[in-house]
């Protein structure tokens, strides 16, 4: 009974903190609700982010997807070719001005938001398929406000997809052709 007790006490205190961490659309600022339409189906999402290449040379895919990601201003945390997965990370300040880049990506921190910073994650996929390559984009858009709460959302507006798979089509265009 002891043990159940300790169990039930641990349980609470995570609940109490994970409530004091979260924060409504509503006050997380002009931004969050950018990040798209929240009604968008999971179908829809995988359909924004997955985009075929007829290119077998999956690792040519793999540098082409780390050189656009570097080219958007993204910081690359992290690679593994042998699993085809690659994540990076893009982030504002309320302190710096946003670049063009940033304004693209409908993520730049509002100066008039108290200080908060926010941060575009990228999970990238690469892997082999009969016609060649598919990779599939994912992007979660975080605001982080001084006392370190954080609010998430997946990214789920079209325009962020087109313009990546746009910058990635060239970029697989200059691997393939060594330039």
């Given amino acids: 009974m002891h043990g159940y007790g300790r169990i039930v006490a ?39 982010q997955v985009r075929d290449y007829p290119v077998k040379d999956g690792d040519a895919v793999m540098r082409a997807v780390i050189a656009s990601l570097q080219d958007e201003g993204f910081t690359i945390t992290g690679a593994d070719a042998d699993l085809g997965l690659i994540s990076a990370t893009l982030e504002a300040t309320a302190t710096r001005r946003e670049s063009r880049r940033q304004r693209r990506y409908w993520f730049a921190a509002d100066p008039s938001s108290g200080g908060v910073n926010r941060r575009l994650d990228a999970s990238i996929s690469v892997r082999a398929i009969a016609a060649g390559t598919r990779v599939r984009l994912g992007f979660v ?13 997946t990214v789920s507006d079209p325009v962020v997809y087109q313009e990546m798979f746009s910058r990635l089509d060239r970029a697989v265009f200059f691997e393939l052709q060594r330039l």
């Fill in 141 to 153: 858009s975080r605001d982080i406000d001084a006392d370190g709460s954080a609010a998430a959302d």
């Fill in 10 to 48: 641990v349980a609470l205190i995570a609940v109490a903190l994970t409530g004091c961490s979260y924060r409504s659309r509503e006050a997380a600022g002009p931004f969050f609700n950018a990040a798209g339409d929240p009604d968008t189906s999971p179908l829809q999402l995988r359909q924004l």
